[in-house]
């Protein structure tokens, strides 16, 4: 079999200089972690400031008459109400209610702002050109992504960028940080407060290099990057939420605002409408195993009688929860929280119950 | 005086008399990183050379510790259960696993010295 070669985001060559460990990641060489490993890394972004490239993923800007409408027959969420400078979490639907992928839109002055997954981000940005009508859209290939994140960050880019600690979280702005303008949203997927850096890629590597000097920040790579997003109850695509997976089974219909949810006008709005009047057959879920042993991706749940009842779909430990914690689906007749259930660990049955997402409180900036 | 052999698959065994001693390498505990949890296998089960005798997990993964030679386990070393960090700290002393009686001590020819060791582990680079 013939591999296409590695790509590389424009902090590759600074990863290797900080002695990062790389790994393939949705199609890039990236960092799994660095010297100071997953552990460290973890802690010290909910502790004070951790830097992640996330320039893997994908970047876009909708443009023109109607680029809101045009969006809203793709997703769910309310985009056409977003206010100058909000955010908001979305998803892209098919028509079974299912996860094409998850995608942050910001409302820029003349333009819709996107973040897809990297894995994803080919055929978002096809679906996207098949259905813009009269709108248009640009992929911005030539930027890199940062994310500082952790309760520091705050104060960490404020030496950079004054403007900064002025967002509200879930809102973005033009920003020059350090003199390189930049596009700041007050974002993340790690729980904590932090910031999201859209940067021109030929200034990635001198603005990373920057921030890393402050002594607040450690780089941090991918593991981590799945710890803490974890310990936040949050979903990786491709994981916890897929085309199989409805929006309504993965908990996920905070996110179709009250005005889509009566008009429709979205792939899969109607089987969403019917899962919620009826409520869906399965539901994602917080795990918490007894005892230290994780459970891992694939895990295999049954109750008290050996009966498959659900399985784990992100398991792992959590460096701030002190243990295993893990996320899965299971029956709705199981889902109630402190609901006892086995996991199929190495095929010995082990002792676990449904936990309240998220098992660390987010410490978002509320303003 | 002790003997020291390595696998291929990164355990050490220490040989004292008839008993083997049996751990992972430091440069097994620096790929896995920071260790989490261990499955130790209880007293008195058989072993066998290559196959599974305990479980080792990192924040990331689960990964299996197979036994270097056949024998019986005599003793496992439940301060891991408290402090698995030991296996990062000191994977060799402190971060021991368990300890075997030998069952054929034939089996040990097939392992690699130290300095062999060390040979193998470059070539991974």
Redesign the interface.
């Known amino acids: 079999m013939v591999e296409n070669p590695l790509q590389r985001t424009p902090l590759h060559r600074l990863h290797v200089s900080l002695g990062a460990k790389m790994v393939p990641f949705a199609g890039y060489d990236m960092p799994v972690q660095y010297p100071s490993g997953i552990m460290a890394e973890h802690l010290h972004t909910r502790a004070r400031a951790g830097l992640f490239d996330v320039s893997h993923m994908g970047q876009a800007r909708l443009v023109g008459a109607g680029a809101a409408e045009a969006l809203e027959r793709l997703v769910p969420g309310d985009i056409k109400g977003l206010a100058p400078g909000r955010m908001r979490y979305t998803l892209f639907t098919n028509d079974r209610g299912g996860i094409l992928d998850d995608l942050m839109v910001t409302q820029a002055d003349d333009h819709l702002f996107l973040v897809v997954n990297a894995a994803c981000k080919a055929q978002d940005f096809a679906h996207l050109q098949r259905h813009l009508g009269a709108a248009a859209m640009t992929p911005l290939a030539d930027r890199a992504l940062l994310a500082l994140q952790g309760p520091a960050a705050a104060a960490v880019l404020a030496r950079l960028a004054p403007g900064a600690p002025g967002l509200a979280f879930m809102s973005g702005a033009a920003l020059a940080v350090d003199g390189v303008a930049c596009f700041v949203t007050r974002s993340g997927y790690t729980g904590e407060d932090g910031f999201e850096l859209s940067v021109p890629a030929d200034a990635a590597e001198r603005l990373a290099r920057r921030l890393l000097a402050e002594p607040e920040v450690m780089p941090v790579g991918l593991g981590a990057r799945d710890s803490l997003r974890l310990e936040a109850g949050l979903c990786l695509y491709g994981h916890d939420i897929d085309e199989t997976t409805t929006v309504v089974e993965a908990d996920l219909a905070w996110a179709i605002q009250k005005r889509r949810r009566a008009e429709g006008g979205f792939p899969g709005a109607a089987a969403i409408a019917r899962e919620l009047a009826a409520g869906a057959a399965r539901k994602r879920v917080g795990i918490r195993p007894e005892g230290r042993a994780p459970a891992r991706e694939g895990t295999e749940i049954t109750d008290d009688t050996g009966a498959t009842v659900g399985r784990i779909t992100s398991g792992g430990f959590g460096p701030s929860a002190d243990g295993p914690v893990a996320m899965g689906y299971v029956a709705a007749s199981r889902a109630a929280l402190g609901s006892a259930l086995k996991l199929m660990v190495r095929g010995t049955p082990r002792p676990a119950r449904i936990a309240p997402l998220p098992f660390v409180p987010h410490r978002y900036h509320r303003g | 005086m002790s003997t020291i052999k390595y696998t291929r698959d990164h355990e050490w065994i220490r040989i004292e008399g008839d008993v083997a001693v049996i751990g992972i390498t430091d440069y097994a505990q620096s790929q896995l990183?920071?260790v989490?949890?261990v499955?130790l296998p209880e007293l008195g089960r058989r072993v066998e050379q290559g196959k599974e005798a305990a479980?080792v997990?990192?924040?990331?993964?689960?990964s299996e510790v197979y036994a270097p030679i056949s024998g019986e386990v005599i003793a496992v070393n439940d301060a891991l259960?408290g402090e698995p960090g030991k296996i990062n700290g000191d994977p060799q002393g402190e971060g021991w696993f368990l300890k075997l009686r030998i069952a054929n001590p034939k089996e040990l020819d097939g392992l690699m010295d130290a300095k062999a060791y060390a040979a193998f582990v470059e070539d991974l680079h």
């Open positions: 990183g920071d989490v949890y499955e479980v997990e990192s924040v990331k993964a689960a259960s």
